[in-house]
């Protein structure tokens, strides 16, 4: 049974709400009749094990923890991992522990697959943690963190795979110019699968976060794509031409490590796929829909 104060018109706090995917929760909620309360630098300073929630969080209903400091390829040094900690985890603890002492019914955390490692096929999340670098440690204490102090405050932790959508940036980002440069690309051999999700569907799957049972969940678009088909959706939405080289993945992954960039290569080539299990919810934007959508605002279509 969902509390009554949980359902749609309650004060919703928001942190990173002026980030890529807090503009669409912020969005979202307010569609659904929730009063989301964006918050920001502005309004608490950096995120830290001593911020002050206190103000902000005044006759709020739930939370939805966005705002985290996130990976960056190539940063992530061991000088850094205390960098990640202290913002991800002891900035998280710190604030499900002042939620809890004002009250908060329920707490959302917006976590990452990446707790899981890298690569797998329809990872659950009742499967063992392996992260594999600073951002996704610091992500899988602060799920801990979250689990143990919550008390009797409902707990849902989210764990998306890679966001997209108009806007996006990133290694998606970099796929779209890719791919809208019309050269030929060398990706016609590689017969992957991943899970990604629009960023309007994971503000949906906030919005149900608030409702459902509590626990941990794995949202997702409503089907997986291999990294050839993505291009060819990416090129038929953006009208350019696609030419996909047959390049044998083994000399793909080679030649990723002789340039140093072989972590992206093996992305692009390996499979990595969540059960996107979520308590009856369905994404409401379909793949194909979303991917097209994106292309054509990428190329201003």
Not at 62 to 69: E, F, G, I, N, Q
Request: net charge neutral.
């Amino acid at each position: 049974m969902v509390d009554e104060a949980l359902k749609s018109g309650g004060t919703v706090l928001v942190t990173g709400a002026s980030g890529f995917v807090g503009r669409a929760v912020c969005e979202t909620l307010a569609r659904a009749g929730y009063n989301p309360r964006p918050v920001g630098r502005h309004d608490v300073g950096e995120i830290h094990r001593g911020t002050d929630w206190g103000q902000v969080l005044q006759d709020c209903d739930s939370v939805v923890h966005l705002a985290a400091r996130v990976h960056i390829m190539g940063h992530d040094t061991a000088e850094g991992e205390e960098a990640f900690r202290e913002v991800n985890l002891h900035g998280t603890a710190n604030l499900v522990r002042q939620a809890k002492e004002r009250g908060v019914r329920r707490f959302v955390f917006m976590s990452t697959i990446k707790v899981l490692g890298e690569n797998g096929v329809e990872v659950a999340p009742h499967d063992p943690p392996a992260p594999f670098d600073a951002y996704a440690v610091s992500k899988t204490e602060a799920e801990a963190a979250v689990r143990d102090l919550s008390g009797d405050m409902e707990a849902v932790i989210l764990r998306p795979p890679l966001v997209y959508g108009p806007g996006v940036k990133a290694n998606f980002g970099r796929l779209m110019h890719l791919v809208a440069s019309g050269w030929p690309l060398p990706f016609g051999a590689i017969e992957n699968q991943r899970s990604l999700i629009h960023v309007d569907n994971l503000a949906d799957s906030v919005r149900h976060a608030l409702t459902c049972h509590p626990g941990t969940y794995h949202p997702k678009d409503s089907r997986d794509f291999s990294t050839a088909n993505l291009v060819r959706l990416l090129a038929q939405g953006m009208e350019r031409r696609c030419l996909l080289v047959p390049v044998p993945v083994d000399l793909l992954r080679g030649l990723g490590r002789l340039t140093g960039n072989y972590p992206a290569v093996a992305r692009l080539t390996g499979s990595f796929t969540s059960n996107g299990a979520m308590d009856g919810w369905e994404p409401p934007l379909p793949a194909e829909q979303a991917v097209l959508q994106t292309a054509r605002a990428f190329a201003g279509l």
